[in-house]
């Protein structure tokens, strides 16, 4: 340009700020170095208020988070806050209990919040604020009396709105910290425990069937499942709108609910919206199998499944398919891990 300045320049500012928006927020802070221009807009608040830095996981520390929320972020238009590390080895430790404090008396629409592979020894559940209502600890240590200890909860108010918690292969979630949610978070609506190998599927059922709202069960990869375990609990389980029950396990000397099993779960669910499990090594047109497939192609309101562990080649599925169609099939292997229910 004759000017010197480059041709971004010269686009409206309203252009600019939507390409913005297409950018993660670690790009956003590392283009406000460019130029004062960018810096200024870098910093509209309209970015900021879904705040997700897990693709500059290796990058983030206490000392940013500190930097971001008392310059950038506009806490009181925050509306989620997703970290993580990205490193598997090693958690590490990024809240402080002034850090969490100041976000919680600082952003009054906040409602999720997603940590992976954070170490929360130095805060508790209370520290957190009050108006979020979807909580995902991924991979996290969680201490024992994380949620234990909650008598300030009932006092601030956040106990009785969290409905979503997502505590997927976290250490140290066993059937006390799991009576400890129940206890504490009777209108949860969402509850994934997936890859959490301290519990087993019947102190799972025996803490949730108590929890009347729950409507969306991940128990993934947890052990398992017995056909006793699923009648015994069947009634119950057919009370969940998303379920899931995949056993993506890698040794094939563990023994795997049978398709008997699966139609104790589908048969009179009207509720089923998304379902996933893991099939036996079985064929379409075996006794079993069928029946559970025109089940599940009656129910009015399912609209996804996702299916692991059918090892019966690509014209049993392509068949399976047509069978339930309109309803979403996938077919994972049996190795996939389940890292996000809802968007597989």
Same mark, same amino acid.
């Given at each position: 340009?004759? %000017?010197?300045?480059?041709?971004?320049?010269?686009?409206?500012?309203?252009?600019?700020?939507?390409?913005?928006?297409? =950018? %993660?927020?670690?790009?956003?802070?590392?283009?406000?170095?460019?130029?004062?221009?960018?810096?200024?807009?870098?910093?509209? +608040?309209?970015?900021?208020?879904?705040?997700?830095?897990?693709?500059?996981?290796?990058?983030?520390?206490?000392?940013?988070?500190?930097?971001?929320?008392?310059?950038?972020? +506009?806490?009181?238009?925050?509306?989620?806050?997703?970290?993580?590390?990205?490193?598997?080895?090693?958690? @590490?430790?990024?809240?402080?209990?002034?850090?969490?404090?100041? $976000?919680?008396?600082?952003?009054?629409?906040?409602?999720?919040?997603?940590?992976?592979?954070?170490? =929360?020894?130095?805060?508790?559940?209370?520290? @957190?604020?009050?108006?979020?209502?979807?909580?995902?600890?991924?991979?996290?240590?969680?201490?024992?009396?994380?949620?234990?200890?909650?008598?300030?909860?009932?006092?601030?108010?956040?106990?009785?709105?969290?409905?979503?918690? %997502?505590?997927?292969?976290?250490?140290?979630?066993?059937?006390? $910290?799991?009576?400890?949610?129940?206890?504490?978070?009777?209108?949860?609506?969402?509850?994934?425990?997936?890859?959490? @190998?301290?519990?087993?599927?019947?102190?799972?059922?025996?803490?949730?069937?108590?929890?009347?709202?729950?409507k969306d069960l991940s128990v993934a990869r947890i052990g398992c499942i017995s056909?006793?375990?699923?009648?015994r609990w069947r009634d119950r389980l057919r009370r969940f709108a998303r379920l %899931?029950?995949?056993?993506?396990?890698?040794?094939?000397?563990?023994?795997?609910?049978?398709?008997?099993?699966?139609?104790?779960?589908?048969?009179?669910?009207?509720?089923?919206?998304?379902?996933?499990?893991?099939?036996?090594?079985?064929?379409?047109?075996?006794?079993?199998?069928?029946?559970?497939?025109?089940?599940?192609?009656?129910?009015?309101?399912?609209?996804?499944?996702?299916?692991?562990?059918?090892?019966?080649?690509?014209?049993?599925?392509?068949?399976?398919?047509?069978?339930?169609?309109?309803?979403?099939?996938? @077919?994972?292997?049996?190795?996939?891990?389940?890292?996000?229910?809802?968007?597989?």
């Amino acid at each position: 340009m004759s %000017d010197g300045l480059c041709w971004f320049h010269h686009l409206p500012e309203e252009l600019v700020i939507t390409i913005f928006t297409y =950018l %993660d927020h670690a790009t956003l802070i590392a283009i406000r170095r460019v130029c004062r221009y960018w810096n200024r807009l870098a910093k509209i +608040p309209l970015l900021w208020r879904h705040v997700d830095l897990r693709s500059a996981s290796d990058r983030v520390t206490l000392t940013t988070l500190w930097r971001l929320v008392n310059h950038i972020i +506009p806490l009181r238009l925050l509306s989620s806050l997703c970290l993580a590390k990205r490193s598997t080895r090693t958690r @590490f430790r990024l809240f402080s209990v002034a850090l969490i404090s100041k $976000i919680a008396a600082s952003c009054p629409n906040l409602e999720r919040i997603v940590l992976e592979n954070c170490d =929360l020894g130095e805060v508790n559940s209370y520290h @957190f604020p009050p108006s979020c209502v979807d909580l995902s600890l991924i991979r996290c240590e969680i201490p024992c009396d994380w949620f234990g200890n909650l008598q300030p909860v009932f006092i601030t108010g956040f106990q009785p709105h969290l409905h979503s918690l %997502d505590l997927s292969r976290s250490t140290r979630v066993d059937a006390k $910290i799991l009576r400890a949610i129940r206890t504490a978070f009777p209108n949860l609506i969402k509850l994934h425990l997936s890859g959490c @190998f301290r519990l087993s599927f019947s102190s799972v059922m025996s803490e949730v069937s108590q929890i009347d709202s729950l409507k969306d069960l991940s128990v993934a990869r947890i052990g398992c499942i017995s056909d006793e375990c699923l009648y015994r609990w069947r009634d119950r389980l057919r009370r969940f709108a998303r379920l %899931d029950l995949s056993l993506t396990v890698d040794s094939a000397s563990l023994a795997r609910y049978s398709v008997l099993g699966i139609s104790y779960v589908a048969t009179g669910n009207a509720e089923l919206e998304m379902f996933r499990f893991s099939w036996p090594t079985a064929r379409l047109e075996d006794d079993e199998v069928g029946p559970v497939v025109e089940e599940l192609s009656g129910m009015e309101r399912l609209r996804r499944v996702v299916v692991s562990d059918l090892g019966s080649g690509r014209a049993v599925e392509t068949e399976i398919r047509r069978r339930l169609s309109p309803v979403v099939v996938r @077919f994972v292997s049996a190795t996939e891990v389940a890292t996000n229910w809802g968007g597989r």
